[in-house]
C-alpha cells in the first residue's frame, strides 16, 4: 500500500509499493515495441492497462499501486494522491519524453456519486512507442529490480464462445420513450441538449479475456484510442483532453451518421451530416461547452469556425479540434476535471441536463462517458472520453455491461436515435462475438 496519506472518503487499494516509487525507463529497440499491440496476447489476462491508437501510446500490466476515490472531489483527491507519489519518486529516465518516467492510468465516474468511482493505476511495467522511439519503464518500490524482458508475439485469444446480449435498464422502445421526453423538454424550452444513454448486458459461455477485445478493437478501429483501464475496455474517437509540454488540445465530436459501406453513399452521407441543422446544433453546444472550459487556463485558443466529418469504420461524426496556449501548470488530470462533463456527453446548460439524465436513463453509467487516459509526472498526458465501451463485471468474469449514448436536441427523432445507438453499439459486440 502506498505512504501517502489520503482523505478519510478515500483510500489507496491495494499494491505492492510499499515505499517511495522508483520509475525506471530504457529505450528499446524498434523491433522490440515496434508493435504495442503484439504484445497484449503475451500478457497476462489480468491488470491489463491500454492506450494505443494507430500502434502509438501505451502498454502495462500489474499493479505497483492504485487509488480510488468517490464524491465530488474525486479529480482533486486523485490529482493530490499522485502529486505526493512523484514528488517522493526516485526517477531514472534515459528518454525523457512525454509518457516516460512515473506513469498512471486512469479512469474516472460519469457522475459524482456513482458507486464505481475514479482510479489511477501505476502498472508495474509500461511499454510505450512515439514514432521510432520506445522505451520500457519498471515501476516499483524496492530498489533494485532486474530489467524485465518485454514478452514476445503470441497468438492472439479468441474471442469468447456463445455471446449473447441482452436490454439492459430499458430496452429500445422504452428507451425512445426517454427520448420523446426528453425532446419535449427540450421543445419546453426547458433545455437545449441532453445526451441519453443506454446499455447492454453481455454474457459468455467462458470468462471474456480483454486481451482478444483490445486487439480486435485496435485492428477493426485504428483511429481511436483503444483503452483498457480496471476492467473498463473500449475504443474512444474523442480526445476529451490532451496536455504536452505547455499545449492543449482538445476534440469535440457530435452529430453522428451510420456508415453504409459503399464509399459514394457515405460520401453523400457525410455531405449531409455537415449540412444538418440538427447536428450542427448539437455539436455547436459541445464546442462551446469545451472552449468555455479551456478559456480559463489558455493564454490563446483557436475554435475553428466549422466543423470536419471525422470518418469511422461503423460511424461518422461532426468533429472539431480546439486548441490552446497553457497560461499556467494544470495537470492534464485537472483540464480533465475542469472539461467534465461536456456538453458532448451530458447537454446544456449542464445542471439541468444532468438532472434529466439521472431522472430518464434508470441506470448508473457508472464510468462510461467519464475520462479515462493516463498523466506522467509531469502533469502532461491524454485524456478520452469513455465510448465505444463496456465494464467487464468484476465478480463475475463472464459478464460485461455496454453502452452507448446520443445527443437529443429539438429536431431528434426516436427511432433515429435507437438506431445511432445501435451504431455506437457495434464496436464492442463485434469485439465480443468474432476472433
Avoid at 427540450?186 to 479475456?209: F, Q, S
Avoid at 444538418?276 to 448539437?282: C, I
Avoid at 472520453?385 to 427523432?413: H, N
Wanted: glycine share 8%.
Amino acid at each position: 500500500m502506498s505512504s501517502v496519506p489520503t482523505s478519510a472518503t478515500s483510500a489507496p487499494e491495494p499494491g505492492r509499493a510499499t515505499g517511495p516509487l522508483v520509475a525506471r525507463t530504457v529505450p528499446l529497440t524498434l523491433d522490440e515495441g515496434a508493435a504495442l499491440l503484439s504484445l497484449i496476447p503475451a500478457l497476462p489476462p489480468t491488470e491489463i492497462t491500454s492506450w494505443v491508437r494507430r500502434g502509438d501510446g501505451l502498454v502495462g500490466w500489474g499493479r505497483a499501486t492504485s487509488m480510488t476515490a468517490h464524491g465530488p472531489a474525486r479529480f482533486a483527491l486523485l490529482e493530490t494522491w499522485w502529486r505526493e507519489l512523484t514528488r517522493s519518486a526516485v526517477v531514472r529516465d534515459g528518454v525523457r519524453l512525454t509518457g516516460t518516467g512515473p506513469v498512471a492510468f486512469g479512469s474516472i465516474s460519469y457522475a459524482a456519486d456513482s458507486p464505481a468511482g475514479a482510479t489511477l493505476v501505476v502498472p508495474e511495467v509500461v511499454v510505450g512507442r512515439r514514432g521510432d522511439v520506445c522505451w520500457l519503464t519498471t515501476l516499483s518500490a524496492e530498489a533494485a529490480l532486474p530489467r524485465p524482458v518485454p514478452p514476445r508475439e503470441q497468438p492472439v485469444p479468441p474471442a469468447p464462445r456463445e455471446v449473447t446480449f441482452a436490454d439492459g435498464a430499458l430496452d429500445p422502445a422504452q428507451w425512445a420513450v426517454a427520448v420523446a421526453e426528453a425532446v419535449g423538454r427540450i421543445t419546453d424550452g426547458r433545455l437545449d441538449k441532453v445526451v441519453l444513454a443506454r446499455d447492454l448486458e453481455a454474457r459468455a459461455a467462458e470468462p471474456i479475456d480483454p486481451r482478444a477485445l483490445l486487439h480486435r478493437l485496435a485492428e477493426v478501429y485504428d483511429t481511436t484510442w483503444v483503452f483498457a483501464v480496471d476492467g473498463l475496455v473500449g475504443a474512444t474517437p474523442e480526445m476529451l483532453v490532451r496536455r504536452e509540454r505547455g499545449l492543449v488540445t482538445s476534440r469535440v465530436l457530435a452529430g453522428t451518421i451510420r456508415r453504409t459501406g459503399d464509399d459514394a453513399h457515405d460520401l453523400a452521407l457525410a455531405g449531409s451530416l455537415a449540412r444538418s441543422s440538427k447536428d450542427l446544433e448539437e455539436h455547436e453546444y459541445a464546442v462551446r461547452s469545451v472552449a468555455d472550459a479551456l478559456a480559463p487556463h489558455c493564454l490563446s485558443m483557436n475554435v475553428p469556425e466549422a466543423p470536419f466529418v471525422l470518418h469511422l469504420s461503423n460511424v461518422m461524426h461532426l468533429a472539431t479540434d480546439v486548441a490552446g496556449v497553457l497560461a499556467d501548470d494544470t495537470s492534464s488530470l485537472a483540464l480533465a476535471a475542469a472539461l467534465h462533463p461536456s456538453a458532448a456527453v451530458c447537454g446544456t446548460p449542464r445542471p439541468v441536463a444532468d438532472a434529466v439524465i439521472a431522472e430518464l436513463e434508470n441506470m448508473d453509467r457508472g464510468r462510461y462517458a467519464g475520462p479515462v487516459g493516463w498523466m506522467d509526472a509531469s502533469g502532461d498526458g491524454e485524456w478520452g472520453i469513455a465510448l465505444r465501451c463496456g465494464r467487464l463485471d468484476p465478480e463475475d468474469g463472464t459478464r460485461m455491461r455496454l453502452y452507448a449514448g446520443c445527443g437529443i436536441v429539438a429536431g431528434s427523432v426516436p427511432d433515429d436515435e435507437v438506431a445511432e445507438s445501435d451504431a455506437k453499439f457495434i464496436p464492442m459486440r463485434d469485439a465480443l462475438s468474432r476472433g
